[in-house]
């Protein structure tokens, strides 16, 4: 499996931004699909935006949401503006193979609270 450490998290204010990183431990996305999966108390967890052969956002998201992938640093990173506190959430790192199976694998998760 694939080992996922995720960073950037933290408080912001209404309005503001958060850039939320995820490095993988090796060169991984030309065969995963990457995405970013968040989690709000008493609530399932909603994928926010995935990556590979098409880039796809959460309907509230689109627009104030940016999902990219830097291929030398192994890292993907979801870029937050105008975060509204219906964001606050445990957001998660995901990497899903594209072909011949095998299961997902998860960062541990960093927690993201909008509020004034």
């Known amino acids: 499996q694939v080992q996922l450490v995720e960073s950037g998290g933290g408080l912001v204010q209404p309005g503001g931004s958060l850039r939320l990183s995820c490095t993988a431990s090796?060169?991984?996305?030309?065969?995963?699909?990457m995405g970013w999966y968040r989690q709000a108390p008493g609530k399932q967890r909603e994928r926010v935006a995935s990556?590979?052969?098409?880039?796809t956002y959460e309907y509230s998201v689109k627009g104030r949401f940016t999902i990219s992938l830097d291929n030398a640093k192994n890292t993907m990173y979801l870029q937050m503006n105008r975060l509204e506190p219906e964001d606050t959430a445990v957001y998660y790192c995901?990497?899903?193979?594209?072909?011949?199976?095998?299961?997902?694998?998860w960062g541990q998760g960093t927690q993201v609270t909008v509020s004034s």
């Open positions: 990556i590979g052969s098409t880039i």
């Open positions: 090796g060169s991984i996305f030309s065969t995963y699909t």
């Open positions: 995901n990497a899903s193979p594209r072909i011949g199976g095998g299961a997902d694998s």
